[in-house]
């Protein structure tokens, strides 16, 4: 079983929708959680980190659920530039784990 | 803040030679960096993780003696890519986590072509 398992996608969505992707993780010992986005042919960017009561950035709203052990992230009001791959990051002490990739099209 | 260079964005060489690839953290020190690699359409690969004055630990499959990995000081970390074949063509990214934080910073990644 992977470490940690996103739904590849793609998700397509028209502009405004909202949209939400989960990840799961298998070890429940994880300590550090992160959202990350790719855009093609560049490297990931910190889209923000997760923490255990939830966090919010402007449309952006990520969640952590230990009990079932995966994370969500929720775009809202989505803008033609949120296109792009979203990797969910799960880390365990210094051992950082990635997962594949959801990828997001969002159209006009 | 917690900007990662690398350099060179982008090289083409022949195969057998060898190509140096830096990683640098601009305004933070970085006890710890790591190097991936990434196919197209495929997701990031662990190679190593390089602590600063230490030896690099490898992933399994990778070679220590093909990549090697130089962690001389908390904001500079290379990868050497010995002998390059035209099947290590790849996107290569270093990250560097914030000293004291889980967050890794990447840098914008070095695709490599081997003839």
């Known amino acids: 079983r992977k470490e940690v398992e996103q739904d590849p996608g793609p998700f397509n969505v028209p502009e405004g929708a909202t949209v939400a992707f989960n990840c799961t993780y298998s070890?429940?010992?994880?300590?550090?959680f992160f959202w990350y986005r790719q855009d093609c042919r560049k490297e990931p960017k910190l889209l923000m980190s997760v923490y255990s009561s939830g966090n919010e950035d402007g449309r952006f709203t990520a969640q952590l659920n230990r009990a079932s052990q995966y994370i969500s992230l929720l775009i809202r009001d989505s803008k033609l530039s949120d296109s792009a791959t979203y990797l969910c990051?799960?880390?365990?002490?210094?051992?950082?784990?990635f997962g594949s990739g959801t990828k997001l099209n969002v159209k006009p | 803040g917690a900007v990662v260079s690398q350099h060179p964005s982008w090289v083409i060489c022949k195969s057998g030679t060898s190509v140096k690839i830096e990683c640098r953290s601009l305004d933070f020190q970085a006890t710890t960096m790591f190097w991936y690699r990434q196919f197209p359409k495929q997701s990031l690969m662990l190679m190593a993780t390089s602590n600063e004055g230490s030896k690099a630990t490898y992933e399994q499959g990778v070679e220590k003696d093909k990549f090697l990995i130089n962690h001389a000081s908390l904001t500079l970390s290379t990868l050497t890519v010995t002998s390059a074949h035209p099947e290590d063509s790849s996107f290569y990214i270093c990250s560097a986590r914030h000293r004291g934080t889980d967050t890794q910073y990447f840098g914008p990644g070095t695709r490599l072509t081997v003839l």
């Open positions: 990051v799960v880390s365990n002490f210094n051992k950082f784990y």
């Open positions: 070890n429940s010992a994880s300590q550090s």
